[in-house]
């Protein structure tokens, strides 16, 4: 019975009514925080320029969160000037944790502005011709992410004391020990990120490497994906594609035809003369080939013909509807050759180029 009076009384001679102020405080911090928040938001906005209220109206949406847990914090804070808490042991330890708090929220907002609201790098991207690859803005926002989230926590370590220079030596040799170990996928990482900033191709591209030819799929920051021609999937590594020569055929403005008529030898020179003339007319009636890139000229004496070479460019880039521009303008020279009484030598050496036009090739590229 003694020792229950002894508490009775402990809790009669409380001072209650600071009691009563620290809980009355937290009370109004907690239920009023939403509406403490949005005055903050609306006195920012009206002390803001105009020119730069959507950049504050960023950041104040991504602080909408932690300014609601700092008041929070705050309150409780307040409340707690009223209690007795005043030893020295345990003071120092309440007012490192509220320091931590703070700092906890103003990363916290950070976070939430690399991830939802950033606009920095997006402009960065649409500058240099990024927008369409929908990976670059994502990559660099969880990069930004990851370093508040080291920064905040180093931030928090050193407001307790702990010596961090120790703690970066470490993490310097551990991320050393990790690039050791991890050359291969570190070369990936990089040649993804040379691929997507360089853009020497993009999804959808027809590209040609010493390695594979075919359409791009899909590019990640370890491989890119290429559908081949036989309709096989090719997984290449980024290390290896950024480091071997690339030719984007998609890039192409229009194709080129390039082939050698051999006419016999028997044909005299004026004859010859006038199906060069002729089939460099008929060319350039054709509305889907460049008329400045047909060229018509008497290249050579061969072995046992002579040859004319025929050059120009279709207006299209697309397979399909070259062959068939192609397929007609062959036909028109066949119908030219028998109106004209010609005989080629042999069958004809078509060799078809999809080189630009100051670019002066034989190679097949089918």
Not at 335 to 353: F, Q, R, T, Y
Request: net charge neutral; proline share 2%.
């Amino acid at each position: 019975m003694e020792r229950l009076n002894q508490y009775v009384e402990k809790i009669i001679n409380l001072d209650w009514i600071n009691i009563g102020l620290s809980i009355a405080i937290f009370l109004v911090f907690l239920v009023f925080r939403k509406m403490f928040t949005t005055l903050t938001k609306k006195l920012v906005l009206g002390l803001s320029k105009r020119s730069s209220t959507k950049v504050i109206r960023d950041v104040l949406k991504s602080y909408e969160k932690p300014l609601r847990f700092l008041f929070v914090v705050i309150g409780t804070y307040l409340a707690l000037q009223y209690l007795e808490y005043s030893s020295l042991t345990i003071r120092p330890f309440v007012q490192n944790l509220y320091r931590s708090f703070i700092i906890f929220t103003i990363g916290w907002g950070l976070y939430n502005y690399m991830t939802y609201y950033s606009n920095a790098v997006t402009n960065i991207a649409k500058k240099a011709e990024l927008q369409e690859e929908s990976m670059l803005i994502p990559f660099v926002s969880k990069i930004l992410r990851v370093l508040v989230v080291i920064v905040t926590f180093i931030i928090i370590l050193d407001n307790w004391g702990f010596n961090i220079s120790t703690f970066v030596a470490g993490l310097g040799i551990g991320g050393l020990a990790f690039a050791l170990a991890a050359q291969d996928t570190i070369g990936n990482f990089f040649g993804g990120i040379i691929i997507i900033t360089e853009r020497p191709f993009k999804k959808g591209d027809w590209i040609e490497t010493p390695t594979v030819e075919g359409g791009v799929e899909d590019i990640t920051f370890r491989s890119t994906k290429i559908r081949t021609f036989s309709d096989t999937l090719v997984v290449i590594p980024n290390s290896t594609l950024a480091n071997e020569a690339i030719t984007n055929w998609t890039e192409m403005g229009r194709r080129r035809v390039y082939f050698s008529l051999g006419i016999r030898q028997s044909t005299s020179s004026k004859k010859l003369q006038t199906l060069r003339d002729r089939i460099d007319h008929e060319l350039k009636l054709f509305e889907d080939i460049a008329t400045d890139s047909v060229i018509v000229r008497f290249e050579e004496f061969a072995e046992s013909s002579y040859n004319l070479m025929v050059t120009y460019f279709t207006e299209t880039n697309q397979w399909a509807p070259f062959m068939e521009i192609r397929e007609k303008a062959h036909f028109r020279i066949l119908e030219v050759l028998e109106e004209e009484g010609i005989h080629v030598s042999a069958p004809a050496n078509l060799v078809m180029s999809e080189e630009p036009l100051d670019v002066v090739n034989h190679e097949v590229k089918e």
